[in-house]
């Protein structure tokens, strides 16, 4: 078999498995968080998931980031379908672990501002309401 069609494989199923585990986890947390905190209007769901999917990313970059279908499978496949979240929070802590404040600060502060601004402006363009 390719190299080619092993990646894509590789990927597809991590990619898969963290999707399905996103939305699981999603609901489980949506459940209790209404049943423990009924009016609560915070994405506890999709903020734990972000912790949790950058937990496990930064794991993986030091179990297996050598291991390159290991980590395409976990890192690249499951994070990514689980949290993209997780290779942001993984790339600002090596650009502060590289001494490179100046940048990880730009970096999150834009992305940040940047997929803000980028949402606002597709419900802009297409005249959703949610923009007010």
């Known amino acids: 078999m390719s190299d080619w069609v092993t990646t894509c494989m590789l990927l597809a199923a991590g990619g898969g498995a963290g999707t399905l585990a996103r939305y699981y986890a999603g609901h489980a947390v949506r459940a209790f968080q209404t ?39 976990l890192g690249t496949g499951f994070c990514g379908g689980f949290t993209t979240f997780s290779a942001f929070s993984l790339e600002t802590y090596e650009l502060l672990r590289d001494g490179k404040l100046g940048f990880a600060l730009l970096y999150a502060a834009g992305s940040v501002v940047a997929g803000v601004f980028g949402v606002w402006c597709a419900m802009k363009l297409l005249g959703s309401p949610a923009t007010g």
């Open 35 to 73: 049943a423990r905190w009924p009016g609560l209007e915070f994405p506890l769901g999709t903020f734990l998931i972000n912790v949790a999917g950058s937990m496990i990313l930064g794991a993986l970059a030091v179990l297996c980031l050598e291991r390159k279908q290991w980590y395409l499978l």
